[in-house]
């Protein structure tokens, strides 16, 4: 019986109902006193609580898809993923309103670490003045950064968004961008980049579900992300202003905010990664109305209406996801059917993957390799 299989919860219910049976039958025949007739009691109580908490498990992740089978439970599926192809500039410039950020270097160990070897992870607060957003953040420096050879380089820029809610330090601590893209860089299978970790729904908005929209009335969060956070970037790191080196990452609602900049902000960013991401706006009691009853503002938010009915942008694509574990499988397939020249996309299907940081570290290292070849560098 598979992990996520009806069977297994039909199964878990009947025994769940057969031992709380059991229990009420048997328990007056194990009324007596003594510690024999105390274990029996106690051994009944144990199984049926324990085998109600094994439905309740089980009905959660069904419906959350955390695991997708007994292997992904497990941590035993090993098997390799690979990128498929699935088909076939002006520079930006500081406006002069964004001020270089505070930055304070921090570490997630205790461990003593070497800048030029393992990079550098910095804290900042980001304060757009256009839209008045605030977020927290953390950027990661590569090896290279601090290496006297690339000290005349403009580094290429990567936003990699958490899902909904998320924490930006999850991104360190679960799912090991930072060790994982310093690895890939040392070894020469990525070049280096400057990725920027956040939510995708500013700080300052939370706990609210914006879906990285610009808001009718509301928080442009859009805008934030794709003028005041690339400004304040562009003030305080030695970043490549050249828009074909910038791309966006992003995890389940971050996978959908990455596409969704990269759509509306061709001229932003060059290329997007959703991993796990869905492709239609969300509306739900932690989003609220985030279009004011206007169905042409949600259509312009969803990125398969936008393919069907506008001009699609310059930019590459790349869909991580999997036929067994992804509740919006359908929604991949349907946005990477709807895509045509100029967008080019990729796919990565995972084997036995599901909708959890595990699955995503997977494919991690295969997704930085893909945004490395679509991304530009400025000077030697």
Not at 18 to 28: D, K, Q, R
Not at 46 to 57: D, E, K, P, S, Y
Not at 294 to 317: A, E, G, T, Y
Request: with cysteine.
């Amino acid at each position: 019986m598979g992990l996520t299989s009806g069977v297994l919860l039909a199964f878990l219910i009947l025994v769940a109902v057969g031992l709380g049976a059991a229990t009420i039958w048997w328990w007056p025949k194990f009324a007596g006193p003594g510690p024999r007739m105390l274990a029996a009691r106690l051994g009944l109580f144990a199984g049926a609580q324990f085998t109600l908490l094994m439905v309740l498990l089980v009905a959660v992740n069904n419906y959350f898809l955390f695991y997708a089978s007994w292997s992904d439970l497990l941590g035993t599926n090993h098997q390799p993923v690979r990128v498929q192809a699935n088909n076939s500039i002006v520079a930006m410039k500081p406006m002069g309103t964004a001020q270089p950020l505070a930055r304070q270097a921090t570490s997630f160990d205790k461990k003593k670490s070497d800048p030029a070897h393992d990079g550098q992870i910095e804290q900042v607060q980001i304060q757009g003045p256009r839209t008045g957003l605030t977020t927290d953040a953390y950027v990661f420096l590569p090896p290279q950064y601090f290496q006297k050879q690339f000290e005349k380089r403009h580094f290429p820029v990567m936003y990699d968004f958490t899902g909904y809610p998320g924490l930006p330090q999850q991104l360190v601590t679960r799912l090991k961008v930072p060790a994982t893209a310093a690895q890939e860089m040392n070894t020469g299978l990525v070049q280096p980049m400057i990725i920027v970790m956040m939510r995708p729904t500013p700080t300052s908005v939370m706990p609210k579900d914006t879906e990285c929209t610009d808001v009718p009335g509301g928080p442009q969060v859009l805008s934030f992300y794709t003028q005041d956070v690339a400004e304040a970037l562009m003030s305080t790191y030695r970043v490549a202003a050249n828009p074909h080196a910038w791309g966006v990452m992003g995890d389940s609602t971050g996978g959908y905010c990455a596409v969704k900049l990269a759509m509306k902000a061709s001229d932003r960013f060059t290329a997007a990664v959703s991993m796990a991401g869905y492709f239609y706006p969300r509306q739900d009691w932690q989003t609220g109305d985030l279009y004011a009853g206007n169905k042409q503002v949600k259509n312009d938010n969803s990125l398969i209406w936008r393919l069907q009915h506008l001009p699609p942008p310059p930019i590459s694509v790349l869909v991580t996801t999997s036929p067994d574990g992804e509740r919006d499988y359908g929604e991949a397939r349907k946005f990477l059917q709807a895509a045509r020249a100029p967008m080019t996309t990729d796919k990565i299907l995972v084997p036995g993957g599901g909708h959890n940081p595990r699955t995503w570290r997977r494919v991690l290292p295969s997704a930085l390799q893909w945004m490395s070849r679509h991304l530009v560098h400025e000077g030697v």
